[in-house]
């Protein structure tokens, strides 16, 4: 398995054309960017092409799920706006070339039901796997815990593989990320043996505390041998606080794990 930096989160006190190149040099193979549309995609793609770095990773436009709102996938409301993000994500993956890109459900909006809302997202998936899979693009879908995102639509293994189902659709996977099933309780491996063969993407942080790996609670060792077990031969995106001595300081854990295979 290949591990790449979350350049939304680590390296952060550099621009972000350099934080490609300060990840190649501590030693990710390839980096991921929640939202990285106000950079020019031409600009990035130069970036990671001089630092010899893939993208792993984007998400959607989720207008203003990242400042309380309900973003955009699954409100009724919105559909134009969900449009428009979806022609954004399409033209700059165009040139940026990511391997997936994440479509994040938000928040469940006061009014709507959750059925309608349900409705909603699960078109706006379809519609987004049909047309990134005419690049050669996977979609993938994340539940996130409602502990630091309350009335976030999708939180559980159990609700993603429901949308999977429904939606039906051989370009959307999951994304799995482990701290935020291990921040509310969820059995990790138990989640990886419902989505086996469905998930497209893992993220991780230790728990409690979204840090690096060995600063909580949380045995990476068994989990990872269940993804390798289930068939996973995906990325693994780090994307955690790396704390106030800096990313660099917090990188002890990256070597162990190569050397643990």
């Given at each position: 398995?290949?591990i790449?930096?979350n350049l ?13 190149v ?9 980096v991921e960017?929640q ?12 970036a990671l092409q001089?630092a010899?770095m ?7 436009p ?6 309380g ?5 699954a409100?009724?409301?919105r559909?134009?706006e969900?449009?428009?993000a979806?022609?954004?994500?399409l033209s700059?993956a ?8 994440n ?16 409705a909603?997202?699960i078109?706006n998936?379809?519609q987004?796997a049909?047309a990134?899979?005419?690049?050669g ?5 994340e539940a996130?815990n409602?502990?630091?995102m309350?009335g ?6 159990g609700?993603l593989d429901?949308v999977?189902?429904t ?11 482990l ?5 509310q309780?969820?059995d990790?491996?138990?989640?990886i ?7 497209g993407?893992?993220?991780?942080a230790d728990?409690p505390g979204?840090g690096?790996?060995?600063?909580g609670?949380l045995?990476f060792g068994?989990?990872l041998?269940?993804?390798k ?7 693994l995106?780090?994307e ?22």
């Open positions: 398995m290949k790449a930096a939304s989160l680590l390296f952060t006190e550099l621009p972000l054309c350099e934080r490609v300060a990840a190649a040099a501590a030693g990710f193979d390839g960017i939202f990285p549309f106000e950079l020019a995609a031409i600009r990035l793609k130069e001089a010899g893939p993208l792993v990773l984007i998400n959607l989720a207008g203003d799920l990242l400042g709102g309900a973003g955009l996938a409100v009724p409301e559909q134009a969900f449009d428009v979806l022609q954004e994500a700059y165009a040139m940026v070339r990511p391997t997936c890109v479509v994040l459900p938000g928040r469940l909006a006061e009014g709507v039901s959750r059925e309608r809302a349900l909603t997202l078109a998936l379809h987004t049909e990134f899979e005419l690049l693009i996977r979609v993938l879908v996130i409602p502990l630091d309350p976030f639509l999708l939180n559980t293994p609700q429901e999977l189902r939606v039906s659709h051989p370009n959307l996977a999951a994304q799995y990320d701290y935020h099933m291990a921040r309780g969820v990790l491996l138990a989640g043996e419902l989505l086996a063969g469905r998930i993407h893992v993220q991780f728990c979204r690096a790996p060995g600063t609670q045995e068994p989990v041998a269940a993804l077990r289930t068939g996973y031969r995906g990325w995106g780090a955690y606080l790396p704390g106030e001595a800096g990313t660099q300081a917090g990188l002890g854990w990256l070597a162990s794990w190569r050397s643990a295979g």
